[in-house]
């Protein structure tokens, strides 16, 4: 049990699932039991986490090395685990400034301790639900400068807004607060594999969390809709800008993600 009030142990959190299926020991049996019974129904849950987690660090690569950004805000960012956003931009632009963002009250315990900045850049960290843009934009202010670009991140937390217009008029009135040269990157599960489907149904039936809604792929890129879309698009995580290993080619999985720059097109 916790000793933090605000900390229900009874029913599964998200980002206590998603800590469990990474590998993680941030969680609680009642989330053991929901991320069991997923991947005993569609054993690739595993797999897909991971890639996803490792579509997220590449992405942060791109932005602050190749895109030059040098602000962050991250909204759902889950618990701490290796490769947090600002450790891996900040490997890479050390004066990187962060804005984590999540509803979790176990979230904020551990960003409290665990996501520390280097000296020369920042990090912060929001309480607050994605369905506020407002009071997280007034927030993030305290550590971003919104009239320089930033790269808005939504990694795994839109299929946690059942409702796909309001999702769509999250991430609009996020970017619209956001200069030219910002960046939105999105990754999300999809509709595309029936094990998964069936995994998410009894997830979403059965253990009291917060809904889950995978969507098609053409639904998720609409997300991207009048921004330039950064190759190689919108696709499989696994196919996002994928590293070579001595393991070969990463498998698809029912994930898919991109990342797109605000702005006119550069030619
Ligand atoms: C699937 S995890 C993804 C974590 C991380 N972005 C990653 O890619 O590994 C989803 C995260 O979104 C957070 N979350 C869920 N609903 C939220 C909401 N309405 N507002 C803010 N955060 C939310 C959860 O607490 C969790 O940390």
Redesign the pocket.
């Known amino acids: 049990m916790s000793s933090n009030p605000r900390i229900d142990t009874t029913v599964p959190?998200?980002?206590r699932v998603?800590n469990f299926l990474?590998g993680g020991k941030d969680n609680y049996p009642v989330d053991r039991q929901a991320g069991e019974k997923v991947f005993t129904t569609f054993p690739g849950m595993v797999d897909m986490?991971r890639h996803?987690?490792h579509m997220?660090i590449r992405v942060v690569r791109y932005l602050a090395g190749e895109a030059g950004i040098r602000q962050f805000l991250?909204?759902?960012?889950?618990?701490p685990?290796m490769d947090n956003t600002h450790e891996v931009a900040q490997r890479i632009a050390p004066d990187a400034r962060i804005v984590y963002?999540?509803?979790?009250p176990l979230?904020l315990v551990h960003a409290r301790a665990l996501l520390t900045s280097s000296s020369e850049g920042a990090t912060d960290y929001i309480e607050?639900?994605?369905?506020d843009p407002d009071a997280i934009l007034a927030h993030a202010t305290r550590t971003l400068d919104l009239t320089r670009p930033v790269a808005l991140?939504l990694?795994?937390?839109l299929g946690?807004?059942d409702d796909y217009d309001l999702a769509r008029s999250i991430v609009k009135q996020l970017m619209a607060a956001l200069p030219e040269g910002s960046y939105l990157a999105i990754?999300d599960g999809t509709d595309t594999d029936p094990a998964y489907m069936e995994a998410i149904r009894a997830y979403n039936a059965g253990s009291g969390a917060?809904s889950y809604t995978p969507r098609s792929p053409a639904d998720i890129a609409r997300y991207f809709e009048g921004m330039e879309v950064v190759e190689p698009g919108v696709l499989p995580v696994t196919q996002w800008r994928p590293e070579s290993t001595p393991w070969g080619e990463a498998p698809e999985v029912a994930c898919v993600g991109g990342v797109a720059r605000k702005g006119p097109s550069r030619a």
């Open positions: 959190h998200s980002a998603w990474l986490a996803s987690r997220l991250d909204i759902g960012t889950g618990l685990t963002v999540d509803n979790d979230v607050a639900d994605v369905r991140m990694m795994g937390i946690l807004v990754y917060v």
